[in-house]
């Protein structure tokens, strides 16, 4: 039988991302205190986030404050959880952050509320009552339960951290032996307990001393780790103190700096992307101790091999052998207008942009024709950024424009492209635009053939960004053994010949 930790795994390896989003509608966000504003309020949430989201938290004091009527919308919530699921074709597990501490048949109450009337695949759980307050949630051998462990809150200190002798030591013979944390006795308790792979704990991230023991005394447990943003808790130092070693085993919750983002898509997108980087930046089944300097350049905002196979298995980058426009023979052919048809894939690869863009500064992005319109429209989607094109041909008939969409003379345009070789028709497009009154200093590509246009550009002024070289790509096929060797080779002579 599947356990809610491997389907959990599943969802984490499908969307790339240790991101929760926690489902709380304060009352301070919605348009009036009622159940039905807590549902449209969180149907919004999950609907912009959900490509992000290993996981959603829907707290259930903000639903039971409504009564029935809450409750009804709690359920629909958790329905329309499992309708993205459907649509994602990945099962997004959903929380339920009810705190839930009771022994016999109370407890048993709480787990058929939980897991039956609610539908939830997990909850969180207090243990200070002991294995039997648990056992009645544990017997739903799909679900899982998240223990209390070391909160984020400020008033956990009051017996959180309470020392203890350590536990594996028989009561009586833990004199002159150095003592240890409640939190940390509750985590060896839940280390022991988890022999059907459902048990998780709740370790905040607002005190990395704390969350840095944990994981000493739980090295293989999942964490839901409450407190970064709104609590103050630092999202890098939390990975590196309570990642696996495998980089995984963290739910990092997140929820008013989503909610009350201006765009809760854009700012999940935004977490998921700095998870990955700071995961890029630890060494491989190694984990640091004390946080290390991010990277200054950050590849791609999505995964670097997923974005590396994702293309390779679209069609985008074909191997063999191909004539190029020039009549030059080639053992490599990029065509990244094949994107169109893996939609799945595009949104990827225009997510890939945002971080370099949101580092430029301009009003409009200008896409350039034909490959890189659904690629700038991707982008435009998921940034909110306005676009334009200049046009391949002047029209011949109504307004006879030579640039597509609104824009205003004076205004900075970022021009976005999928490849850069040499440069010669971004400078073709840049002269369009400047004629038109507008202002270029940057030039945005998916994959950099690094064979003259970056340098070519920034003799003319202007500076090209490339989420991804071919140095890197080839690099990486080489190691993964995705593409035979021969053709890797081939492949390099002919790019260094040019």
Not at 471 to 486: A, F, I, P, R
């Amino acid at each position: 039988m599947e356990t809610f930790f491997s389907f959990l795994q599943k969802r984490v390896d499908d969307c790339s991302s240790l991101l929760c989003v926690g489902l709380d509608p304060h009352p301070a966000d919605l348009p009036a205190p009622t159940a039905a504003a807590a549902r449209d309020f969180c149907l919004r949430l999950v609907k912009a986030t959900a490509n992000y989201a290993a996981a959603f938290k829907p707290n259930a004091a903000f639903f039971e404050a409504f009564g029935p009527k809450g409750w009804a919308a709690l359920k629909e919530v958790i329905a329309a959880v499992q309708a993205e699921s459907d649509r994602l074709g990945s099962m997004i597990p959903v929380i339920l952050d009810a705190k839930r501490g009771d022994i016999a048949s109370t407890a048993e109450a709480y787990a058929r509320s939980a897991f039956e009337t609610l539908g939830a695949h997990a909850i969180t759980l207090s243990p200070y009552l002991g294995k039997d307050s648990i056992d009645p949630f544990l017997a739903y051998k799909e679900k899982g339960v998240f223990l209390l462990c070391k909160t984020s809150n400020p008033g956990a200190a009051d017996l959180q951290d309470l020392s203890l002798p350590p536990a594996h030591l028989p009561r009586g013979e833990g004199e002159g032996v150095r003592a240890e944390p409640l939190h940390v006795h509750v985590a060896r308790l839940a280390q022991s307990w988890n022999s059907g792979n459902n048990i998780g704990i709740v370790v905040g991230a607002t005190q990395p001393e704390a969350l840095e023991r944990v994981r000493a005394a739980a090295p293989e447990l999942w964490f839901l780790v409450p407190g970064v943003g709104a609590q103050g808790g630092d999202l890098g130092t939390a990975l590196r103190l309570g990642l696996r070693a495998d980089g995984k085993g963290m739910l990092i919750n997140v929820s008013r700096a989503i909610s009350r983002a201006e765009n809760p898509k854009l700012e999940a997108a935004k977490l998921r992307d700095e998870m990955l980087e700071v995961k890029r930046d630890l060494r491989p089944g190694k984990k640091a101790s004390r946080p290390q300097p991010a990277s200054p350049e950050p590849t791609a905002a999505a995964p670097f091999a997923q974005l590396a196979d994702g293309l390779l298995a679209a069609g985008c980058v074909k191997f063999g052998e191909f004539t190029l426009k020039s009549g030059l023979k080639s053992p490599i052919y990029l065509d990244l207008r094949q994107l169109i048809a893996h939609p799945g894939l595009l949104e990827q690869v225009g997510a890939a942009y945002l971080p370099l863009l949101q580092e430029l500064e301009f009003q409009r992005i200008a896409g350039l024709p034909y490959a890189a319109i659904p690629i700038a429209t991707a982008i435009c989607l998921q940034g909110n950024y306005p676009m334009i094109y200049p046009r391949k041909e002047v029209k011949g008939y109504g307004t006879r424009a030579e640039i597509e969409g609104e824009y205003h003379a004076g205004e900075t345009v970022a021009v976005i492209d999928d490849l850069a070789t040499t440069g010669g028709s971004k400078f073709e497009a840049i002269d369009k635009l400047t004629a038109a009154g507008l202002k270029v200093r940057d030039v945005v590509v998916l994959i950099d053939r690094q064979s003259g246009a970056k340098e070519a550009l920034e003799q003319a002024g202007y500076r090209l960004h490339a989420v991804l070289t071919i140095t890197e790509l080839l690099d990486y096929w080489e190691k993964t053994g995705k593409v035979e060797k021969e053709m890797l080779a081939a492949t390099r002579r002919f790019l260094k010949e040019k």
